[in-house]
C-alpha cells in the first residue's frame, strides 16, 4: 500500500524558515516524480513544487521561486521542502503527492503538514 | 484566484444527480486530457476519483463520471448518497512551466 507521510509543519514567524518531510513507502520512490501541493485555509489546492526521480529536475511555482527547495533522499524514500522567507500568504496545510507513473494525475496524496506563519 | 474556475458549491438530494464543472483555457483543460477530480473530505487528504478526464481508479464507484468539452470538464455524480458529500477540485496539466493546475474547490451538499 502506498503511503506518504508528511511531517515538519508549525508555526514561523514572517521571515522564518522550515524544512517539510514526506516520508514515502510501498513503493519504488526513485521511480517517481513526487510533488508537494498547499492549500491555504479555506481555498483550492495550489501546486507549489515538483521533483523528478533522482532530484535532478525540479520546478516551482513563481509564488515561491527563490524561496523554496525541494529536495529528495532516494536512500531513505524522503522527499524534501526547504522554505525560506516565510510570509504569511505561505500559510497552508502542505500536501506531497505522487504523479503516476504515466505522468497524468496525482494518483496518491500524504495527509498533509499545516504551517502557519505570524508574528 | 485559482486558475480552474468552480462553482463554490452545489446541491442534490439522494439518488439524484449533480453535475460540476471546471472551465479552464486553451492552455490547459482544452489542451491537455490529463483532467483529474478529487474528492476531500474535512481535514483529510484529497482522494482521485477521476484521471484523464474520464477514466476512474479502481474503487472508485461507477456512479462517479467525467466529460470534457472544450475548455470545460465535468465531474457527475449520478444517484447520490450520504457520503458523497465532500469539496470536489478538478486539476489539469498545464504544460511544462506551471505544470499542474487546480480549481477553487466545489462543496456538495447532499440534502
Known amino acids: 500500500e502506498v503511503q506518504l507521510v508528511e511531517s515538519g509543519g508549525g508555526l514561523v514567524q514572517p521571515g522564518g524558515s522550515l524544512r517539510l518531510s514526506c516520508a514515502a513507502s510501498?513503493?519504488?520512490?526513485?521511480?517517481?516524480?513526487m510533488h508537494w501541493v498547499r492549500q491555504a485555509p479555506g481555498q483550492g489546492l495550489v501546486w507549489v513544487s515538483r521533483a523528478d526521480g533522482d532530484g535532478s529536475t525540479t520546478t516551482y511555482a513563481d509564488s515561491v521561486k527563490g524561496r523554496f527547495t525541494i529536495s529528495r533522499d532516494n536512500a531513505e524514500n524522503t522527499l524534501y521542502l526547504e522554505m525560506n522567507s516565510l510570509r504569511a500568504e505561505d500559510t497552508a496545510v502542505y500536501y506531497c503527492?505522487?504523479?503516476?507513473?504515466?505522468?497524468?494525475?496525482?494518483?496518491?496524496w500524504g495527509q498533509g503538514t499545516l504551517v502557519t506563519v505570524s508574528s | 484566484q485559482s486558475a480552474l474556475t468552480q462553482p463554490r458549491s452545489v446541491s442534490g438530494s439522494p439518488g439524484q444527480s449533480v453535475t460540476i464543472s471546471c472551465t479552464g483555457t486553451s492552455s490547459d483543460v482544452g489542451v491537455y486530457n490529463h483532467v483529474s477530480w478529487y474528492q476531500q473530505h474535512p481535514g483529510k487528504a484529497p482522494k482521485l476519483m477521476i484521471y484523464d478526464v474520464s477514466k476512474r481508479p479502481s474503487g472508485v464507484p461507477d456512479r462517479f463520471s467525467g466529460s470534457k468539452s472544450g475548455n470545460t470538464a465535468s465531474l457527475t455524480i449520478s444517484g447520490l448518497q450520504a457520503e458523497d458529500e465532500a469539496d470536489y477540485s478538478c486539476?489539469?496539466?498545464?504544460?511544462?512551466?506551471?505544470?499542474?493546475?487546480f480549481g477553487g474547490g466545489t462543496k456538495l451538499t447532499v440534502l
Open positions: 486539476c489539469s496539466y498545464a504544460g511544462t512551466y506551471t505544470p499542474w493546475v
Open positions: 503527492a505522487r504523479v503516476s507513473s504515466a505522468g497524468t494525475t496525482f494518483d496518491s
Open positions: 510501498g513503493f519504488t520512490f526513485s521511480r517517481y516524480w
